[in-house]
């Protein structure tokens, strides 16, 4: 049996050298044709020297061929062609190493992940580090990047692209979109990878795949969502790319320039063409290209000297055959196909029968010929390996034909239904004689070499051997062996599998991932992560060794269908929702949509289920008490359930509403005597009692903690266990709150992250394992990072990372070392390193004092605001000086009743609740060590007051405009009574009195008179009225100019 296996390892690799060679990057020994020259002496010096022969002479690149070496004089004379700074460019980048610098930290070597040799090298200013991926997102694009010497394919996963080794099962990532990639191109080697981001800040971005280095950023100008599609060209010096923002424009780019701006742009006139479905480019002349699009084909020609695009013909098939999906071009033929969404593959030529290559050279010009229906179902993909047409349909069959559209081979049910499929770069070689080779890569040779040049041997022999070791055959009479490239696909269930027809290998990568996920949960004692899938799907991983544990279908079920009328039903799925397991690893609990609870063994035993249902709505939120004894959830209709665990079940305890809007958090308190509190949208803080006698009536107290923000999320607060116990607040208005647990009183109010990317608030906290309460993980909607505590405002105590555009719940491993992340509707699941030392090093770096708050103020600590604020310090303490003539003597504290007028001179107008909350936060600052209250506040404290309390974003037009309209109620304008009507009833009411002052003060730069009431000298107010007449806000670029001129003015003051 030994024996027999030798044999066929032996056979099988004396197939692959007969059938595979690899033309640009192999010689006829196997090994790479790169220069292996260690001489600073050039392939152009050498051969001008005539110390390298015809037969040494080695280029990878066909234009490089023909610049760098012309006949020597021995051969019949000519001169050296000096090379353009393009190629040479191009030159320097495929045979010598270059310089890149990588926000990532580490080389390609090193951050080469595998389950044995995880991490290591981190950047020390980067806080997290993608260390493994759970599955991928089978809808992103998926390119096979497999050669003689690498196995590798890239998969796009949102924002970030992953180079799988499925030989070392490795992992590497390229960065740099900020936005999901929505188009990707390589070249014919696999080397050079450019990948397009699609929405607004988009980028176009060129990597080398073997260093996972990026060579080009693009960034797409404003108003431009970004490219719709990308074409590499084969020899990787341009690429294409189709752009969409009112009529399609097509950029091409020499990007080896490094330019930031495309070389030419061509612009289609035709309209109502439908969406861009793919560029290809003739394998025999790169320069001729196809683009499909929905409703018609473009083909073109592309003159790099002058940089145009000429002879550009559309072709368009009949209406009966749908709409356009995919399109091809095959070797050595005049044909170009065209697949479509009713199964037809279309053919276009220059005539109605096939001509030859040789003797009518390519052009553009170009008619419908005929269709064939090869499918009953759309044809999602189409490509043509080694002129083998290949096409996988909407019910995941691949079949293959010849070039004639002649049925070779399909796959049907070897495979699970198959999403995307991606060929290797190697090429197969035809029936040649090995003359024929040697004249076709010697670099004399003018004409380019085809499969017809080729003499044909008696390859019978061959045939017979490959049919006898099992290789599949034609579907035809001849029953010659079908062979094909080795491919890569990826199917609907989340796998992806290597393909080798010719070894009938099928080989599976990645777990199962069937749908999106639904959620996640991190285990407390071991190092589990348990993953609940809308599908039903429950999954356990091993992140530590990066293997899938277990994975159970026992909760999928088929969609049912309800009949909604006579003539009307509708289907319903029922879908996972949340998954949470509890402390110690004792319960494990997944929700569903429709309201259900069902209690699970930990390991996913075949145990015997306990499934409840409590409530008809979707549970949205979930947590477990630390002895395991309680579980809380609330459900879409804003009712708080608690369930009790006794005797090995569990009953509902109490179910009560104490919020009139959706609750957005709830935490369980203490172990032995557990408190629950929840959050919500009504901007109050509930504490619920789970004491046996207070069931009937659970609520025990309710406080309201914001005035006009929304509370989104909260911990309790580490400290130390002998201080005051405090509860941190996360807001939508970009603070934290600390709020005194027994009080309920906010002792601080601090701004958190909601500088540039920061587009959203935190939505999710939760203290790191293992960090004595040192660092928070926090998160938004697309970014998640590190707090350092204590909360004060400094912004260089946070740093963050875009983690995903729709990033769902993180977990935290309970050693703290980890971060899961997931994308909403994905099935894909990150595994990151988190590294604390590159916040230490950012708070460092920010400085002590206000150094760090210096970011936060207008012009930083020289500019006028700054100034100001220093000069309206000392007024207030002029103002309370005796004698206003004599010298000043000022101080560094002024008292707390001068501090609402201090901070409304600053710019900054609190209500009297915000008031209240200022002065009560300096009185008790210091009272935990002290047991007195503060009576005075200094510059330092106070600068940092006024930046913590100020809105994050100032106050936006749409914001002010929100609350006016509030006071319209609907009406297009309020007459002036009516006005001062609503602000002395509503909100903080103003007094007659005081509002009267107010509009003095206010109008008092207008034409008013001071003999009658000014609510009658006033006109109907509306939106524009009250901002530009009342309150005087100047536009945009009046303000700009006004604060230019003050900066002026005071660099003039400072030079006199």
């Known amino acids: 049996m030994e024996e027999e296996e030798a044999d ?39 051969d001008a020297e005539g110390e390298t022969s015809t037969d040494d002479y080695i280029c990878t690149c066909p234009w490089l061929d023909e610049i760098a070496r012309e006949p020597s004089e021995s051969e019949g004379g000519g001169t050296i062609a000096s090379p353009t700074p393009s190629d040479l460019l191009y030159d320097e980048l495929v045979h010598r190493n270059y310089v890149c610098t990588d926000i990532e930290g580490p080389s390609s070597d090193d951050s080469r992940l595998t389950p044995d040799r995880v991490g290591g090298g981190i950047n020390y200013m980067v806080p997290f580090k993608i260390r493994w991926s759970f599955g991928f997102a089978i809808k992103s694009m998926l390119i096979n990047l497999t050669r003689v010497d690498r196995k590798e394919f890239y998969i796009a996963t949102a924002h970030k692209g992953n180079i799988f080794n499925y030989e070392t099962n490795s992992m590497r990532y390229v960065h740099g979109h ?3 990639v929505k188009a990707v191109s390589v070249d014919r080697t696999g080397t050079w990878l450019v990948t397009g981001g699609y929405g607004e800040n988009s980028k176009v971005i060129v990597t080398d795949t073997i260093k996972c280095k990026q060579l080009l950023i693009l960034n797409n100008p404003p108003g431009d969502l970004g490219s719709l599609l990308l074409g590499m060209a084969p020899d990787a010096r341009y690429f294409f790319s189709v752009h969409y923002p009112e009529a399609p424009v097509i950029k091409i780019w020499k990007w080896t320039y490094g330019a930031d701006k495309p070389d030419s742009e061509y612009r289609i006139t035709k309209t109502h063409i439908g969406k861009p479905c793919r560029i290809v480019f003739h394998p025999n002349d790169q320069n001729f290209f196809m683009i499909a699009f929905e409703k018609i084909i473009m083909l073109a020609h592309w003159n790099g000297d002058d940089n145009q695009v000429e002879d550009v013909v559309y072709v368009n098939a009949t209406r009966k055959m749908g709409i356009m999906t995919d399109c091809e071009m095959a070797m050595n033929r005049h044909e170009v196909y065209a697949c479509t969404s009713t199964g037809y593959i279309a053919i276009f030529g220059n005539v109605l029968f096939t001509e030859n290559i040789r003797e009518h050279p390519l052009n553009t010009n170009k008619m419908y010929v005929k269709k064939i229906k090869v499918t009953r179902t759309s044809i999602k993909t189409m490509r043509c390996p080694d002129n083998v047409i290949c096409i996988l349909d909407e019910n995941g069959i691949l079949k293959f034909l010849d070039t004639n559209i002649l049925l070779l081979y399909w796959i049907e049910s070897e495979l699970p239904t198959i999403q995307v499929i991606s060929f290797s770069l190697e090429h197969i ?35 017979e051997m490959l049919l006898k070791k099992g290789v599949r055959s034609r579907a035809s009479l001849l029953q010659r062996p079908f062979i094909v490239r080795d491919f890569i696909v990826g199917c609907k269930d989340g796998r992806i599998f290597h393909v080798d027809i010719v070894k009938d290998i099928y080989q599976p990568y990645f777990s199962i991932a069937d749908s999106a996920v639904a959620s996640l ?17 429950v999954t356990i991983f091993d992140y530590d060794s990066l293997q899938c544990v277990i994975t159970s279908t026992a909760l999928v079920q088929k969609p049912r269908r309800r009949r909604i009328n006579v003539h009307e039903e509708e289907e319903i799925t029922v879908l996972n929702s949340f998954i949470l397991i509890s402390n110690m690893d004792i319960h494990l609990v997944v929700a569903r949509t429709n309201g259900a609870l069902i209690f699970l063994s930990p390991d996913l035993r075949p145990i015997r289920e306990q499934r409840y249902k409590f409530t008809t709505t ?32 569990w009953y509902m305890y109490m179910k009560f509403r104490g919020h009139t809007e959706p609750i957005t958090d709830i935490l369980f308190l203490h172990f032995e005597n557990p408190r629950l509190y929840t959050i919500g949208e009504d901007r109050y803080i509930v504490e619920y009692s789970l004491e046996e006698e207070d069931k009937e009536m659970p609520l025990k107290n309710r406080t309201k903690i914001e005035d006009t923000a929304i509370p989104l999320c909260f911990l309790y607060y580490p400290s130390p266990p002998n201080d005051e116990k405090y509860f941190f607040v996360a807001n939508s208005e970009y603070k934290f709150k600390l709020i005194h647990e027994k009080t309920m009183k906010c002792r601080s109010l601090t701004v958190g992250p909601h500088h540039g990317c920061y587009e959203t608030p935190v939505s999710r906290m939760k203290v790191l394992p293992n960090s004595n309460g040192k660092f928070i993980i926090f998160q938004n909607s697309t970014h998640m990072g590190i707090l350092k505590t204590p909360s004060d405002g400094n912004p260089y105590k946070h740093i963050g990372i875009l983690a ?9 491993c309970n050693q703290g070392k980890y971060v899961f992340t997931y994308a909403k509707g994905e099935g894909g699941i990150l595994v990151w390193n988190v590294n604390t030392t590159s916040l230490d090093t950012l708070h460092y770096m920010g400085g002590p004092e206000l150094e760090p708050y210096h970011v936060l103020i207008e012009g930083g600590a020289n500019g006028w605001f700054f100034k100001e604020i220093e000069d309206l310090f000392c007024y207030i303490q002029i103002l309370h000086q005796e004698d206003a003539y004599a010298s000043q003597a000022f101080g560094d504290r002024i008292f707390i009743d001068d501090l ?11 209500s009297e609740y ?52 509030i006071l319209l109620n609907g009406k297009d304008e309020l007459s002036p009574h009516e006005f001062a009507k609503k602000m002395c009833k509503l909100g903080e009411p103003f007094t007659p009195e005081s509002l009267t002052t107010c509009l003095d003060n206010l109008m008092s730069n207008e034409d008013m008179t001071y003999d009658e009431d000014i609510l009658d000298q006033l006109q109907p107010i509306n939106f524009e009225y009250f901002t530009k007449t009342m309150l005087g806000i100047l536009q945009e670029s009046a303000y700009t100019e006004a604060q230019e001129r003050a900066i002026r003015e005071d660099s003039e003051n400072d030079l006199s």
Do not use: W
């Open 8 to 46: 066929d390892s032996e056979f099988y690799r004396h197939l692959k050298q007969q059938l595979f060679i690899e033309g640009d990057l192999e010689g006829a020994d196997g090994s790479e044709t790169l220069p292996t020259s260690t001489t600073e002496t050039s392939e152009f010096d050498a």
């Open 429 to 463: 070689k035809s029936v040649k004689s090995k003359m024929d080779m040697k004249l076709a890569a010697s670099p004399s040779n003018q004409q380019p070499f085809t499969d017809e040049d080729a003499e044909e041997e008696d390859r019978s022999l061959d045939y």
């Open 804 to 812: 995903n555009p729709k990033l769902g719940t993180i977990g935290i």
């Open 521 to 537: 949960s991190v285990s407390t004692v071991r190092s589990l992560l348990y993953v609940a899938y809308q599908s039903g799907r």
């Open 914 to 965: 915000e008031v209240e909350q200022l002065i009560y936060e300096i009185q008790y600052k210091d009272y935990e060590k002290t047991g007195e209250l503060r009576d005075s506040i200094s510059f330092i404290e106070f600068v940092k007051l006024f930046l913590n309390h100020r809105p994050a974003s100032g106050v936006s037009t749409e914001e002010l405009e929100h609350h006016f309209n």
């Open 900 to 910: 609402p007028d201090l901070i409304r001179a600053c710019g900054f107008y609190p």
């Open 178 to 180: 900020i936005k999901p």
């Open 618 to 649: 979707n549970i949205e939120r979930m947590a477990f008490s630390e002895n395991n004894q309680f579980l809380a959830f609330c459900d879409s209709g804003k009712t708080m359930n608690v369930l009790r665990y006794y005797e090995e079940s």
